[in-house]
């Protein structure tokens, strides 16, 4: 495994709409698990593969239940909202309020192509959004309703 760079939101990589992962192989697992040590070393709660420069359809996640590892994920059901502090790993430092869905159901397949689906609430549910939106080229700071003071947190 392998750390890798973290882009930062000004590079025009964050900014794509990604491309499906057709293939479920050693190039995908290998990236699958660098993500997963960059997000844990950065002590992040979700990675999407464009802030690592891959720009294909792609997330990792561990918000204290273990890691999930979203590949081409489809939020297919939301339900109420939540509003809540947000970052983004892209964006250090900075800090915003965002509205979210409660609850999503998200549908992806898992690193050998099978598919899933998993009901996440609150702190999951807004990471699934966060990370699902990084997919089509959207940051956080394009959502919050208002962004923090550093010392505002
Ligand atoms: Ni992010």
Request: glycine share 8%; hydrophobic share 40%; proline share 4%.
């Amino acid at each position: 495994m392998a750390i890798r760079t973290i882009l930062n939101e000004s590079d025009e990589q964050l900014h794509k709409i990604c491309r499906p992962v057709t293939e479920f192989g050693e190039r995908l697992w290998q990236q699958l698990d660098d993500m997963a040590e960059t997000m844990e070393q950065a002590n992040g709660v979700g990675l999407a593969a464009p802030q690592v420069g891959i720009l294909r359809r792609f997330f990792v996640m561990d918000v204290g239940d273990g890691l999930v590892e979203a590949i081409n994920p489809m939020i297919i059901a939301k339900k109420g909202t939540q509003e809540g502090t947000e970052g983004c790993l892209s964006s250090p430092g900075k800090w915003g309020i965002v509205e979210r869905p409660k609850k999503v159901i998200l549908k992806a397949q898992d690193r050998y192509g099978k598919e899933f689906t998993l009901s996440a609430e609150d702190l999951a549910a807004r990471c699934i959004c966060h990370e699902s939106d990084h997919l089509d080229g959207i940051l956080f700071t394009q959502k919050a309703s208002s962004m923090l003071e550093p010392d505002d947190r």
